[in-house]
């Protein structure tokens, strides 16, 4: 006898994509417009980072298509202005509005490695001082209180300043990038270690943790297979905050100079440059690096906001 098919009635499973849109993080998001319209902002961010190159009306680091008859021109809507640059040109004739756009790439692309490091830097000590305790613990929590007690632009000041002596001033240029980035990161470590810290010695009493401890698993196993999935949810909510703080923190570095070169500005240089014509009436030349790098701080940290609410299960 042949087998009789009985038909499938579940219910069909939903899409990734959906399962995110129905999710309460996603209601969550849409509920505050205010967070919409940081999203949006971010993401167009994001979006003029990835494509500057193809997006932006010129090239501001070709020389070839620089001209110096083009310097100190203002916005478009103001007398003397031209339509080939729409927010003005610099002292050597580059289009501000390219400029920002190159500059918000390199901002951006600082902040979001500087935080990949730091957290990276910061999860690793932070499992290992909760979970291990005993001096471990101790020296690397010594370590943290005594940077926390200074402020973390000293902090990077300092270690810029330290990298630059051992590497010379010859050396610097060519790699400041990677220089700010290290600066940056050892600034911000601490605040993921000590709430990683704080997050594993709760899990680590837990029945799993032993279960792991039993079947003969490795410290570094329990750690990084069992113990990092838990303590996520905090390092997000640091990590997107930090992120806005860490874009800041380099404009600041590069408008003390100690940062990213003229040949590779960043909005903290762009601002820095255009500071010295801000009193002879080109004030375009900063006010709008300015103003972009306020707008992209406030979105990110508004999205922080959002987040560490949305994860908190005391609001929900």
């Known amino acids: 006898m042949s087998e009789v098919q009985i038909p499938d009635t579940s219910p069909a499973r939903p899409g990734l994509l959906r399962q995110i849109w129905q999710s309460d993080l996603a209601h969550s998001f849409r509920q505050s417009k205010v967070t919409v319209v940081a999203g949006i902002i971010s993401f167009g961010f994001v979006f003029i980072a990835l494509f500057a190159p193809w997006i932006a009306p010129s090239n501001p680091y070709d020389m070839t298509g620089i001209s110096v008859l083009n310097a100190f021109l203002p916005p478009v809507w103001m007398e003397g202005g031209d339509s080939r640059f729409l927010l003005g040109t610099d002292s050597v004739g580059r289009d501000i509005l390219s400029t920002i756009m190159y500059g918000s790439r390199i901002s951006l692309g600082v902040g979001v490695a500087a935080v990949f490091f730091a957290a990276t830097l910061g999860i690793s ?131 003390l100079g100690v940062g990213l070169p003229p040949t590779q500005p960043s909005l903290g240089t762009l601002i820095r440059v255009g500071n010295d014509f801000l009193f002879s009436g080109e004030w375009w030349i900063t006010i709008f690096p300015g103003i972009t790098l306020a707008i992209m701080g406030l979105s990110v940290n508004l999205l922080g906001d959002w987040l560490r609410d949305a994860l908190n299960p005391k609001l929900r």
């Open 125 to 255: 000590l932070g499992l290992i001082s909760g979970y291990i305790g005993g001096r471990t613990d101790a020296a690397i929590m010594r370590v943290a209180e005594i940077q926390l007690s200074f402020p973390d632009i000293l902090i990077a000041l300092l270690i810029d300043g330290i990298i630059r002596s051992i590497l010379g001033p010859g050396t610097h240029g060519n790699i400041a990038f990677i220089v700010v980035i290290s600066a940056i990161s050892l600034a911000y470590w601490v605040q993921f270690a000590r709430t990683v810290r704080s997050t594993t010695m709760v899990e680590k009493g837990k029945e799993y943790v032993q279960a792991a401890r039993v079947a003969g698993k490795s410290p570094g196993y329990i750690m990084f297979k069992h113990l990092l999935p838990n303590v996520m949810g905090p390092v997000l909510v640091i990590a997107t905050i930090n992120l806005a703080l860490a874009i800041v923190t380099e404009a600041t570095l590069s408008f």
